[in-house]
């Protein structure tokens, strides 16, 4: 677990919009991302193109929702269908504490979505099903990005990815991860996906289906 400051000395959350940031969110000039406020301004725009230009701690989301912490950016209804370069940057300190499903960085990857060049570092994440450091359901591509830190939940708990059927590429976790059931390293469950290069150095506790890469692979292609 992070070590947490008093909460008189967090910062709120800034209403930043994107038309402030440097770029316009087309795939040759993606919205430039460099602190915790820009970031959280991403679920404004679910279809854009973001790349980040600094390391970013988010430390301070533990008081933004009634100390639930970070809110996924992306939802089952309304899923993350842009790309989002990480550009060999880190994001750092998530921290969510909630009863909710499809949890992580981001909430839900569509199948248009691309993430990837991103590093998560030290994170914190305790939800109910489909819980991931970087997103509790993938249906795009994850490429070169990484967890570090503590996810826990029921069912459908990765290091990385809660539950993937999309493709997961040169990517690792050394989370601590734990649940009840589909618990995985690096993805809880993985379902028609395709995942290639990637392994974890982490611990992972659970009740069935579990594993140290994926917990339950019910179809797709693993090639380590």
């Known amino acids: 677990y992070p070590t947490l400051r008093s909460t008189s000395i967090y910062s709120l959350p800034q209403n930043i919009e994107l038309s402030e940031l440097a770029g316009n969110g087309t795939s040759n000039s993606p919205y430039i991302i460099s602190n915790a406020d820009q970031l959280n301004a991403v679920r404004k725009n679910l279809n854009a193109h973001y790349r980040m230009s600094n390391d970013i701690d988010l430390i301070d989301s533990l008081v933004w929702n009634n100390s639930s912490g970070w809110e996924p950016i992306g939802t089952l209804n309304a899923d993350f269908k842009g790309t989002f370069d990480g550009n060999g940057y880190v994001v750092r300190n998530i921290i969510i504490s909630t009863g909710a499903?499809?949890?992580?960085?981001?909430?839900?990857?569509?199948?248009?979505?691309?993430?990837?060049?991103?590093?998560?570092?030290?994170?914190?994440?305790?939800?109910?099903?489909?819980?991931?450091?970087?997103?509790?359901?993938?249906?795009?591509?994850?490429?070169?990005?990484?967890?570090?830190?503590?996810?826990?939940?029921?069912?459908?708990?990765?290091?990385?990815?809660?539950?993937?059927?999309?493709?997961?590429?040169?990517?690792?976790?050394?989370?601590?991860?734990?649940?009840?059931?589909?618990?995985?390293?690096?993805?809880?469950?993985?379902?028609?996906?395709?995942?290639?290069?990637?392994?974890?150095?982490?611990?992972?506790?659970?009740?069935?289906?579990?594993?140290?890469?994926?917990?339950?692979?019910?179809?797709?292609?693993i090639l380590e």
């Open 101 to 221: 499903d499809y949890i992580g960085l981001f909430g839900c990857l569509g199948s248009a979505a691309v993430v990837r060049n991103l590093g998560i570092e030290d994170i914190t994440i305790t939800g109910n099903n489909y819980a991931g450091g970087l997103t509790g359901l993938n249906s795009g591509t994850v490429n070169n990005c990484y967890s570090t830190g503590y996810t826990a939940g029921n069912g459908n708990i990765g290091g990385l990815i809660g539950y993937n059927s999309g493709t997961v590429n040169n990517c690792y976790s050394t989370d601590y991860t734990a649940g009840n059931s589909n618990i995985g390293g690096l993805i809880g469950q993985n379902s028609s996906g395709n995942i290639s290069d990637c392994y974890t150095a982490g611990s992972i506790s659970g009740n069935s289906h579990i594993g140290g890469l994926v917990g339950y692979n019910v179809s797709g292609n």
